[in-house]
């Protein structure tokens, strides 16, 4: 090994939002293949069934709408001041 263990050659790490080489290549390759490929895709896609088309719709729609994230809305209003209850009142509210 040339570095000791838990040090690097570079030692503040990678550039935040520095892309991984290999993801984005193989993003690339996905895209080109994806692009080449659309005409057949819609092809099939239309002489799919009604259900079946709409089961592929909704699957293919995952890739384009993110989805939401799950959290937690337990609230221990025990714990909460008179002044936090006041608050939550009034964001309800509103």
């Known amino acids: ?3 000791k263990k838990g040090l690097s050659g570079n030692p503040a790490g990678r550039r935040p939002g520095s892309g991984n080489k290999v993801t984005t290549l193989t993003k690339d390759q996905i895209t080109e293949f994806l692009t ?3 005409p057949t895709f819609r092809h099939d896609f239309n002489s799919m069934e009604p259900k079946a088309r709409i089961q592929h719709f909704i699957k293919l729609l995952s890739f384009v709408i993110p989805q939401p994230k799950q ?3 337990n609230i221990d209003i025990a714990r909460l001041s ?3 209850l006041d608050e939550l009142v009034t ?3 509103q």
């Open 1 to 3: 090994m040339a570095f």
């Open 36 to 38: 080449a490929q659309w």
């Open 71 to 73: 959290t937690d809305l």
């Open 82 to 84: 008179d002044e936090q």
């Open 91 to 93: 964001r309800i509210l």
